[in-house]
C-alpha cells in the first residue's frame, strides 16, 4: 500500500480557493506528524503546515492566515485549505509524514506531489 496519496491540485485563478487531500496508509497516518511541503521552480522545498499529535499545528508567514490544515480520523486523510491564493502559491504540493519525531523536519514518508498552479 502506498503510504501516501496526493490529490486536489489544478489550476484557478487569483483569490481563488482549492482544497488538496492526502490519503494515507493506517500506519503512515499514525506518525507522530504530518505536513504539507511545496517547491517551486529553482527553489527549495519548504514546509508550509504541519500537524503533530495533540492536533498541534504549524504554518509558514507566507500561509498563515490563508491556509488550513487539519485530519479526518476517520478516513486517514490529511487536508489543506488553500484561500485566497496567490500566484506565488503556484508549486508542487507534497504530503509527508514524519514516524519519529514531531516536528516534519526529517519526512521518511512522502507522497508524489499535486501541481498547484495560481495564474493572476
Do not use: H
Request: hydrophobic share 30%; aromatic share 12%.
Amino acid at each position: 500500500q502506498v503510504p501516501l496519496v496526493e490529490s486536489g491540485g489544478g489550476s484557478v485563478q487569483a483569490g481563488g480557493s482549492l482544497r488538496l487531500s492526502c490519503a494515507a496508509s493506517e500506519y503512515t497516518y499514525r506518525s507522530y506528524c504530518m505536513g504539507w511541503f511545496r517547491q517551486a521552480p529553482e527553489k527549495k522545498r519548504e514546509m508550509i503546515a504541519r500537524i503533530a499529535w495533540g492536533d498541534s499545528t504549524y504554518y509558514a508567514d507566507s500561509v498563515k492566515g490563508r491556509f488550513t490544515i487539519s485530519k479526518d480520523n476517520a478516513k486517514n486523510t490529511l487536508y489543506l485549505q488553500m484561500n485566497s491564493l496567490k500566484p506565488e502559491d503556484t508549486a508542487m504540493y507534497y504530503c509527508a509524514a514524519e514516524s519519529t519525531g514531531a516536528t516534519c523536519l526529517r519526512p521518511n514518508y512522502w507522497g508524489q506531489g499535486t501541481q498547484v498552479t495560481v495564474s493572476s
